[in-house]
């Protein structure tokens, strides 16, 4: 019992997330949820409009943390999604669950975190299969001079 309390003590440097599919839901629905269970962490829902976009546009990449700070840019592509947090007009939705990485990976010239890479997926792809979503995250990952920060 002490060595269950002692685990529970532990402050988490982690997210959470529920997924319940159609198939195990009783109506047919999906249900997603996610937490940052980070401690001392407030998040904040974020909105990126629908949008067209001209050749050559740019797509500031923003710290997560850090807004104002920019990392780098990416090409844009012809059409955003609205996205809404972790949803996109589609109702394709990501959620992750990380613990900080092996320090040996970290890479501080990295311009893409995980939120990045969400938020990218989200306003770019309408499906999480197919060749939609894997060309439009290659394309952009190929373009990036720096890809992952720590």
Same mark, same amino acid.
């Given at each position: *019992?002490? @060595?269950?309390?002692?685990?529970l003590s532990i402050p988490s440097?982690? &997210?959470? !997330? ?6 195990? =839901? ?8 996610? !937490? &940052?269970?980070? #401690?001392?962490? @407030?998040?904040?829902?974020?909105? =990126? ?5 001209? %050749? ?6 923003? @710290? #997560?943390?850090? %807004? ?7 090409? $844009?592509? +012809?059409?955003?999604?609205?996205v809404i947090g972790y949803m996109? +007009?589609? $109702?394709? &939705?990501?959620? /992750?669950?990380? #613990?900080?990485?092996? /320090? /040996?990976?970290? !890479?501080? +010239?990295? *311009?893409?975190?995980?939120d990045n890479v969400i938020q990218?997926?989200? $306003? ?12 439009? *995250? ?5 373009? =990036?001079?720096?890809? #992952?920060?720590?």
């Amino acid at each position: *019992m002490l @060595s269950l309390a002692a685990a529970l003590s532990i402050p988490s440097s982690a &997210c959470t !997330n529920l997924i319940i599919t159609k198939g195990a =839901s009783a109506d047919g629905s999906v249900i997603c949820t996610y !937490n &940052c269970d980070t #401690f001392g962490y @407030s998040g904040w829902l974020t909105h =990126s409009p629908a949008g067209r976009h001209i %050749p050559g546009e740019k797509l500031a990449i923003r @710290s #997560f943390w850090h %807004p104002a700070e920019i990392r780098g840019y990416v090409d $844009q592509v +012809e059409y955003t999604y609205n996205v809404i947090g972790y949803m996109n +007009e589609r $109702q394709l &939705c990501i959620v /992750e669950t990380t #613990f900080g990485g092996r /320090e /040996e990976l970290v !890479n501080p +010239e990295g *311009m893409l975190g995980y939120d990045n890479v969400i938020q990218l997926a989200l $306003q770019r792809c309408s499906t999480a299969r197919g060749r939609n979503w894997k060309t439009s *995250m290659l394309r952009t990952r190929l373009k =990036s001079k720096r890809l #992952f920060p720590g």
